[in-house]
């Protein structure tokens, strides 16, 4: 039986209403005069003005409050968009995202998508904003790139305020017997800098606290940030805000921000951050983007409560993990779906002609000559992650985000190779015509789903030893032959298991530019070994990081950052943002 969706009159601006193509996106952003998000949520949702907690005439927050996300209340069908492993060709997984939702609303399917927010560190260094691009995007742009709500600010201040309390709780006695040389909370910021990665603190004598060894991570890796994109409300949050382990006693027992009396503070300054934000695209259909983890080192979803909002008030759902399916797709059904019970109905896989020449081996100067071998040696990665995916219960839908140069010889290639896999490949002109050039991969997705729902499966079951869970991502998602374990990586894994927590899943911190530790091993490498140097707890998110290769939690600067090219014009506009 076909699926029922409820109707609606789209928006559906024509091509004459943007700049022509080749615009910097934040110009074509700017052509779009966004709808007030009052009367947005009303004409969309039926909410009242009173549920939404304005930022400006475009942004809101959502009180859930007016939400009814119980069990018994209708659900809409959740869409997984997910893509091949990542090249500097570029594959558009958010773009695609937010065409698909345009594509889904073309058809009158009463559809949001959910996003994850952007941080300022790779704003201001190497890979540009997170809000789409082309006719594919979320706005007002500048503001959802550039501070947004102030999610990001709430995060930084709570996990750094608790930091602050350790350090004074040492200073003043100590009563917890927290041992200073095993603090394991660290402090953050929401921009890169490698220089503050490792550092001493309390120096200046005793009026100036306790010397002990710190650092600093990027606020897209900490615990809070997936704290807050896992919690299903206030009183989960407070719990899991408690559940945090800051470090150890000199008889190495655990001491938690419960045991230290900090939660309630925590909560405090999170409790707006927790409630979802809504914008729109630039066909105005509802945008929910809320949350923000990296998928390289962390579990790379958006919260839940958007998540949630979003299902209770649509049919359809789209959301995105970051990265490759090898990392946010897993983490999605592994970490997301096994702490929710959230279950996605269908996945997209996105791709691109000239990323799949890269993984080919093609140069990127190259990429705009057609070469049909170098598609066909690419290709294997796209299968990778296609079959991986298959390993859940999924049977993915392959978008083909098109480029001006991608030839029909090279586009059929890749359709028949799907076909070879049992799945459809379908392309899309979203980024160059917005939801109209979508509407045949919303049509796909919407024909998949009407198959049924997928059975998913979870690759480990919760009762395996967490090393075993380590090697059973390894080996089947990412083909490694094996895991090499550092001696205090074992150490610490066994200590996890002593403490009870052997039960949680795994969250593999990883290069996103390969299927190995490697980022120079492109296509789809087998046989390779995956270094875990690292193990480390988080006991309040409820997952167990393990840290591989040279993976970074507090990443570096380019050679030339963009924040050179970013500066405000003479009437005041942001220019130079990507």
């Keep these: 039986m076909s699926l029922q969706y409820n109707k609606l009159s789209p928006v559906t601006p024509t091509l004459a209403d943007f700049p022509p193509p080749g615009t910097p996106d934040i110009e074509i952003a700017r052509s779009v005069q966004p709808q007030s998000i009052l009367l947005l949520a009303q004409q969309r949702f039926g909410l009242p003005a009173e549920s939404l907690v304005p930022f400006g005439h475009y942004k809101a927050k959502l009180d859930m409050s007016y939400v009814d996300t119980s069990a018994a209340a209708p659900k809409g069908k ?154 299903d409300g206030r009183a989960d949050l407070k719990q899991r805000l408690g559940n945090i382990i800051v470090g150890r006693r000199t008889d190495m027992t655990p001491v938690t921000v419960r045991d230290l009396g900090m939660e309630g503070a925590l ?65 999605f059904i592994d970490i997301k779906c096994r702490h929710t019970g959230l279950r996605p109905d269908a996945a997209v896989v996105v791709c691109t002609i000239r990323a799949l020449k890269m993984q080919g081996g093609v140069a990127k100067t190259q990429l705009s000559i057609p070469d049909l071998e170098a598609v066909r040696q690419g290709s294997a990665n796209l299968e990778r992650h296609v079959r991986n995916l298959q390993q859940f219960g999924l049977t993915p839908v392959v978008c083909i985000n098109r480029f001006p140069d991608d030839t029909e010889e090279e586009m059929n290639l890749v359709k028949s190779l799907c076909g070879e896999l049992g799945v459809k490949a379908i392309p899309s002109s979203h980024w160059a015509t917005g939801g109209e050039g979508a509407t045949d991969l919303a049509q796909a997705v919407m024909d998949q789903m009407d198959e ?121 506009l942001v220019v130079g943002l990507t």
């Design 267 to 331: 909560t405090v300054l999170l409790k707006d951050a927790l409630q979802p934000n809504l914008v729109q695209s630039l066909e105005h259909n509802p945008v929910f983007i809320h949350g923000g983890p990296f998928a390289n080192i962390a579990h790379g979803c958006n919260s839940v409560t958007a998540t949630r909002a979003a299902l209770a008030l649509n049919d359809v759902v789209v959301t995105e993990a970051g990265f490759g399916a090898d990392l946010g797709a897993e983490k």
């Design 452 to 572: 049924g729902k997928p059975d998913i499966e979870f690759l480990y079951e919760d009762s395996l030893p967490l090393a075993d869970k380590i090697e059973t991502v390894a080996t089947r998602i990412y083909h490694a032959r094996n895991v090499e374990f550092a001696p205090a990586a074992k150490r610490q894994l066994q200590e996890y298991e002593d403490l009870g927590f052997g039960h949680l899943p795994v969250c593999i911190a990883k290069t996103q530019y390969s299927f190995s530790a490697d980022s120079s091993l492109r296509g789809a490498p087998t046989g390779h070994t995956l270094p875990v140097r690292e193990v480390r707890l988080a006991a309040g998110a409820g997952f167990v990081v393990a840290v591989c290769g040279d993976i970074m939690t507090m990443p570096g600067l380019p050679r030339r950052p963009a924040a050179l090219d970013i500066e405000l014009d003479d009437n005041g």
């Design 78 to 231: 959740l869409v997984l968009v997910t893509a091949i492993t990542p090249t500097p060709a570029g594959e558009g997984k958010t773009t695609t995202s937010v065409g698909l939702n345009d594509g889904f609303n073309r058809l009158g399917v009463r559809s949001s998508v959910c996003l994850r927010e952007p941080s300022l560190g790779p704003c201001f260094g190497m890979k540009g904003g997170a809000a789409g691009g082309g006719r594919s995007q979320v706005i007002p742009m500048e503001d959802i790139n550039l501070h947004f709500n102030g999610d990001f600010h709430a995060i930084t201040t709570a996990h750094n305020l608790l930091a602050s309390l350790i350090d004074n709780h040492i200073h003043w006695g100590n009563e917890s017997g927290l041992d200073p040389r095993h603090v394991s909370w660290r402090r953050v910021m929401d921009l890169t800098d490698r220089s503050l990665r490792n550092m001493v603190c309390g120096l200046g004598g005793a009026a100036h606290g306790v010397p002990r060894e710190t650092g600093f991570d990027i606020t897209v890796s900490s615990e809070i940030m997936a704290i807050l994109c896992l919690a």
